[in-house]
T-cell receptor, first 114, second 113 residues
C-alpha cells in the first residue's frame, strides 16, 4: 500500500514564525502536491512538483514555498506564519503511470497560528 | 462562480437509506470525474473514478455522470454507519498529466443507526 506520511499531525505556532511541514511517500511517485483544506472552501492547491527540484505554483501559492530535494520528500514552508494560514494541510502523491487519477493523501497536518 | 459546486450538507439519513450526493460544474473541458471519501481526522481516499457519461457501479456505490447537464452524482445504497464521512467530488480536464484536480467543497454525511 502507498503510504504518505506527514510528520506533524498538530502544530501551534506564533505569528511570524517559520514553519516547515514535511511529507514523505514510499512508493517512488514522481508527483507530489500540497493542499490546504478549509471549511466551505474545500481543498485548494498550494504547490505541486512533477520531479525532484521542480515545483509549480497552484491556486494559492502566496505566503508559501516548497522544497523537493529528494523524490520521496516534499516540504511546505511558511516563511512567516500568519493567522490566516491556520488550516489543515494535506500532502498527496500520484503515480503518473496509472490512469485512475488517484491521489494518495497523508493524514493531514493541522496548523494553528496564534 | 466556482468551477465546481457541491451541496454542502450536512446530510443525515437513517441506516439502510439510499443517499444521493451531487456536484455541478461549469467547465465543459472537465472529462474525468472522481469521488473521494474523507473520514474525520484522515486524508481523502479515492472511492470512484469515471470518465464517461453514464453510470458506474462498485458494490453499494454508483457514480453517475451527465456531461450534457454538467452534473455528477454519487449514490450509496443500503447506507451503513461506516459510510459516515465527508464526500468530495473532484474533476480534471485531462487524464491528470499536467492538469490538477478541482475539488468540490465536500458534503458531510452522517448515517444514523
Amino acid at each position: 500500500d502507498v503510504k504518505v506520511t506527514q510528520s506533524s499531525r498538530y502544530l501551534v505556532k506564533r505569528t511570524g514564525e517559520k514553519v516547515f511541514l514535511e511529507c514523505v511517500q514510499d512508493m517512488d511517485h514522481e508527483n507530489m502536491f500540497w493542499y490546504r483544506q478549509d471549511p466551505g472552501l474545500g481543498l485548494r492547491l498550494i504547490y505541486f512538483s512533477y520531479d525532484v527540484k521542480m515545483k509549480e505554483k497552484g491556486d494559492i501559492p502566496e505566503g508559501y514555498s516548497v522544497s523537493r530535494e529528494k523524490k520521496e520528500r516534499f516540504s511546505l514552508i511558511l516563511e512567516s506564519a500568519s493567522t490566516n494560514q491556520t488550516s489543515m494541510y494535506l500532502c498527496a502523491s500520484w503515480d503518473g503511470q496509472k490512469s485512475t487519477g488517484e491521489l494518495f493523501f497523508g493524514e493531514g497536518s493541522r496548523l494553528t497560528v496564534l | 462562480q466556482k468551477e465546481v459546486e457541491q451541496d454542502p450538507g450536512p446530510l443525515s439519513v437513517p441506516e439502510g437509506a439510499i443517499v444521493s450526493l451531487n456536484c455541478t460544474y461549469s467547465n465543459s473541458a472537465f472529462q474525468y470525474f472522481m469521488w473521494y471519501r474523507q473520514y474525520s481526522r484522515k486524508g481523502p481516499e479515492l472511492l470512484m473514478y469515471t470518465y464517461s457519461s453514464g453510470n458506474k457501479e462498485d458494490g453499494r456505490f454508483t457514480a453517475q455522470v451527465d456531461k450534457s447537464s454538467k452534473y455528477i452524482s454519487l449514490f450509496i445504497r443500503d447506507s451503513q454507519p461506516s459510510d459516515s464521512a465527508t464526500y468530495l467530488c473532484a474533476m480534471s480536464e485531462s487524464n491528470f498529466g499536467n492538469e490538477k484536480l478541482t475539488f468540490g467543497t465536500g458534503t458531510r454525511l452522517t448515517i444514523i443507526p
